[in-house]
């Protein structure tokens, strides 16, 4: 490109008073660099601590806290946080930590499945559309805001409402029930993702190195694969970190609305939909739950926020 | 704005309507079972009336045909009969949409009340106190998933305090003063839960879009004539600041229909979005298609009402 070249031309002939002592540095990775940048969101930091106690106590809960979810006690219903119970019990005496960490299991994997899906979906799309231009570009966006425009939870309740039986009696109740939630809430949330990839390519496919390896007669998957998406990847991993958060609130959501997995799967929106009606005498069934969906996706909406700061290029901090 | 731009903003709208028909039509199609006829899957009923019975529901012809056949009755009116409730379902819906549009146009109006003060204050200081402190508060305000902040207040205000009433009560007894108390009473907590979560994702927008106008030239020299600074800001900055701002209400308007069904069902306010809760519960199958299409003809509607007026405000737009 002719714009490229009298730039470089500058550098190298005249060289600026300071470039020696900048070139004797070392030179800073782009994993450092982000990391120097994300550092300086100092919530987004504690929010890395705070998602991976969490993190951590989901995954290793079971073999500490060894009370199982479906003991029932009659003896200790809707009994506060004590010793034998850190966190109370349900109306039926079940301790809730045990199910609060099996809930956790079940909503942040949904949260993790659901974003990829989203994500794999919408980087497809969006480098289809990036890379086609003309009327597949045209279709596809005008697909995109045809679902962008489509009222998300009563979709997501009238879906699951239809294929709910048929995919329970398919893969069983819970493994039913997880891949339709996933899917459909993945399903419904490809969007950003892919506007995101397509505007990246839009600037990225115009630019030099792309241009050399299309000279050098790189094929156009191959462009497309080890690339110009690589470069593409920044704001798609802002965008896929706070799909997780919203994937937890909509399978939370359907949880609570009674329509998510069944009663004897806990899961955090499932435990308040059970708690709303003790309220009066059973308060932290429904705190504990609710705050635990509350810090995961907090958490989750800061580094989210930090890695804007970190990967996005266009940002000037 | 002229004619034309109204006339194509509407005639957009058109496409954008078929396709949502088209995916609502799909899902239904692809569901196992005839989620319509329940009658002809009964065993009771002879081969013949079956038959019949299918034929006259048009169960066997070709799927674009069934989709037209639908399609027309649809735009008839003729939406179906709730099976639960014995009314037709337009009827039905007709009679619960108000409580929805009202309980969500108030909500708005308090989610722009507070995003457009505490965002534009934000930017005319960034990265001050008041920013730092806006900012975290509007990020706990959208983490905060309504149906917690509903449990949350119930909690607080109906259970611990006794001020409010949880329970949104469609025939509330009494007239006039009296009568609009109790109604604003048992709207306050429905309102604010839905009002707080928007007015929270709100003011990030409302922020960086006064930061874009106060970089402006004509912001400079306004200061530069002498005025002050409220007053650049609330004659200036924020109507310019707001033109995007509009855009975004409306696009936003899937996530509030969203936030609405959660919140008319914690409150058990009266509306569509816990009539479809309920209707879903019941197999109550032609309400669940009727409310859902309400829904996505609401986003098409604010969408195209959203472009009318940002062609209003900003006439470079409708002249493109």
Known sequence: MAGSTPASLSADTIPPPGGIVSRAKPPVSPAREAWRRFRRHRLAVISIVVLLLLV????????????????IDFGAQLAGPSWTHPFGTDDLGQDLLARMIHGGRVSLAVGVAAMLVAVIVGVVIGA?????????????????????????????LLIIYLFRDTLRRLLGTEGGVFVLIVVVIGGLRWMPVARLVRAQFFSLR??????????????????????????????VIVAATIEVANAIIAEST??????????????????????????????????????????????INFIGDGLRDALDARRVI | MSGAYLLRRILLAIPAMLGISVILFTVLALAPGDP????????????????????????????????????????????????VSRINV????????????????????????????????????????????????????????????????ILLFSIRLNWLPFVFRADLPGAGWAWWWGELQQSIMPVAVLGLYQGASLVRFVRSSAMDVIKLDYVTTARSKGIGQRRVLIRHVVRN????????????????????????????????????IASILSNDTPVVMGVTFVFAGLVVLFNLIADILYGWLDPRIAFR
Do not use: C
């Not at chain 1, 231009?133 to 998300?152: C, E, H, I, V």
């Not at chain 1, 115009?206 to 920044?234: D, Q, T, Y």
């Not at chain 2, 012809?61 to 939406?79: E, I, K, N, T």
């Open chain 1, 254 to 299: 359907l949880s609570f609305l009674g329509l998510g997995f069944p009663p004897d799967v806990p899961t955090w929106g499932r435990m308040l939909f059970d708690a709303q009606d003790y309220l009066d005498i059973a308060p932290h069934w429904a705190l504990f739950p609710g705050a635990a969906i509350f810090l995961a996706v907090l958490s």
């Open chain 1, 128 to 156: 289809i559309a990036g890379m086609a231009s003309g009327w597949l570009d045209a279709l596809l966006m005008w697909a995109s805001d045809l679902f962008l425009s489509l009222p998300q939870l009563p979709l997501l």
């Open chain 2, 241 to 276: 600041a707001l033109i995007p701002v509009v855009t975004l209400v409306a696009l936003q308007m899937p996530v509030v229909f969203g936030g609405a069904i959660i919140t008319e069902q914690i409150f058990r306010v009266p509306g569509i979005g816990s009539l479809l």
């Open chain 2, 90 to 153: 337009d009827t039905l819906i007709l009679q619960r949409l108000p409580v929805t549009i009202a309980v969500i146009g108030a909500s708005q109006v308090l989610a722009i009340m507070i995003a457009v003060p505490v965002g534009v204050l934000a930017a005319a200081r960034p990265y001050s106190l008041f920013d730092q402190v806006a900012n975290t508060l509007a990020f706990i305000g959208f983490s905060l998933p309504t149906f917690f902040t509903g449990l949350l207040m």
């Open chain 1, 206 to 235: 115009e630019k030099e190195f792309v241009e050399a390896a299309r000279a050098l007669g790189a094929s156009r998957l191959r462009l497309v694969v080890r690339h110009i998406l690589p470069n593409a990847m920044g704001p």
């Open chain 1, 56 to 71: 951590i106590g989901i995954a290793i809960g079971p073999w500490l806290w060894r009370t199982p979810i479906d003991d």
């Open chain 2, 36 to 83: 319509f006829g329940e009658l002809v899957s009964n065993p009771n009923v002879p081969a013949s009336v079956q038959a019949a019975l299918r034929a006259k529901f048009g169960l066997d012809d070709p799927v674009w045909q069934r989709y037209l056949h639908w399609l027309v009755a649809m735009l008839h009116g003729d939406w179906g009969f709730s099976f």
